[in-house]
């Protein structure tokens, strides 16, 4: 299972934008027992060992082909390597949280840790990766009806991870 891991997310990592690709490889390759092991979720989405790979795996092509499929629509306002960025990210703190490493009392603990963790491994993004990782699960209690939380980037981010995690939750998508 180990090979199929790391392959999988060399693939996902060679997916993403040049400048991002060795510390997203120096990030999965320094907590690799963490990323490899890790479920998806404890039980509503990919919750099998190795499912956060899996989940990860099919958002990246789930963006890939959406992304692709909304320009025959017209012009999308961020580029696919935001997205695939804001992708690889939105779920960094499972593997530590799913080890029992570390224990968040709320969704800013969550943000929060991710926002450290890429400081950790130098990963600067801008402001639209930003928003579309905090609110890549919705706009939650930040909603509002007079102003727009959640750039078009989350937006995107949030539909690629319900898909999967809704709609193809119960086994890997190589089966």
Same mark, same amino acid.
Not at 4 to 10: D, L, Q, V, Y
Not at 87 to 113: A, C, Q, V
Not at 139 to 157: N, W
């Given at each position: 299972?180990?090979?199929?891991? $790391?392959? &999988?997310?060399?693939?996902?990592?060679?997916?993403?934008?040049?400048?991002?690709?060795?510390?997203?490889?120096?990030?999965?390759?320094?907590?690799?027992?963490?990323?490899?092991?890790?479920?998806? =979720?404890?039980?509503?989405?990919?919750?099998?060992?190795?499912?956060?790979?899996?989940?990860? =795996?099919?958002?990246?092509?789930?963006?890939?082909?959406?992304?692709?499929?909304?320009?025959?629509?017209? &012009?999308?306002?961020?580029?696919?390597?935001? &997205?695939?960025?804001?992708?690889? /990210?939105?779920?960094?703190?499972?593997?530590?949280?799913?080890?029992?490493?570390?224990? /968040? $009392?709320?969704?800013?603990?969550?943000?929060?840790?991710?926002?450290?963790?890429?400081?950790?491994?130098?990963?600067?993004?801008?402001?639209?990766?930003?928003?579309?990782?905090?609110?890549?699960?919705?706009?939650?209690?930040?909603?509002? =009806?007079?102003?727009?939380?959640?750039?078009?980037?989350?937006? /995107?981010?949030?539909?690629?991870?319900?898909? =999967? &995690?809704?709609?193809? /939750?119960?086994?890997?998508?190589?089966?």
């Amino acid at each position: 299972m180990e090979d199929i891991c $790391s392959k &999988a997310m060399e693939d996902i990592i060679g997916s993403l934008h040049p400048d991002f690709q060795l510390c997203c490889l120096k990030l999965y390759y320094d907590n690799k027992d963490l990323f490899d092991c890790c479920p998806g =979720s404890t039980h509503n989405h990919q919750a099998w060992p190795g499912g956060y790979i899996d989940h990860m =795996s099919e958002i990246s092509l789930i963006a890939k082909t959406t992304y692709s499929s909304l320009l025959q629509i017209r &012009a999308v306002p961020f580029s696919l390597h935001d &997205a695939l960025l804001a992708l690889f /990210f939105h779920d960094l703190e499972k593997p530590w949280k799913h080890d029992g490493i570390i224990k /968040f $009392s709320n969704e800013e603990g969550k943000i929060s840790f991710v926002l450290t963790k890429l400081k950790e491994y130098n990963i600067e993004l801008n402001d639209d990766c930003c928003n579309a990782i905090k609110y890549s699960h919705g706009e939650g209690k930040d909603y509002r =009806s007079d102003k727009r939380i959640q750039t078009p980037l989350a937006a /995107f981010v949030h539909c690629c991870d319900v898909i =999967s &995690a809704r709609i193809w /939750f119960d086994q890997p998508n190589y089966q």
